[in-house]
């Protein structure tokens, strides 16, 4: 048999296999297949479309759940006014060294994210930092500095 007539024969074979698929119940299909087919259902364009996963989600009362491991207690924190605002620009403004944004969140009890927000660091202080890291970048030897790199280059592919 020629490698025309084969496929002629294995596209006729497929056809037929797909229309007796499409005419058998969910149960059928799901028995026929080996796998958990919930559903299946013929598109507009005669595609036949399974489902491994059933239509509608069972509900789930608080009931079926397991008992939680821990009271949910949101964290009680008190407003911020604008004195203290200015109270923690003007800490951070005259000695950044010392009032890092961890230990301005702890003094006024916000996160971390509301001091950046609020009071960031004074470009003189950011360009110190950026100095510094530099003078350590030029101590590198060639295979610490192509480690660093390649770590930044993998960080970035996340």
Do not use: C
């Amino acid at each position: 048999m020629s490698g025309l007539a084969l496929g002629r024969v294995l596209k006729a074979a497929g056809s037929t296999w797909l229309r007796q698929s499409a005419a058998m119940s969910s149960a059928a299909a799901r028995k026929s297949l080996g796998t958990n087919v919930h559903y299946t259902e013929t598109l507009d364009d005669g595609s036949i479309f399974v489902s491994r996963v059933p239509k509608e989600m069972p509900a789930v009362s608080e009931a079926d759940l397991p008992p939680p491991v821990r009271e949910y207690k949101p964290a009680e924190r008190k407003p911020l006014t604008a004195e203290l605002k200015h109270a923690m620009a003007k800490l951070r403004n005259e000695d950044p060294a010392h009032w890092t944004v961890s230990r301005l969140a702890k003094k006024f009890d916000v996160p971390s994210q509301v001091v950046l927000m609020l009071a960031p660091s004074p470009k003189w202080r950011r360009e110190e930092v950026q100095r510094q890291a530099d003078q350590e970048w030029e101590k590198m030897g060639y295979k610490k500095r192509l480690i660093r790199i390649n770590r930044l280059r993998r960080r970035l592919l996340w």
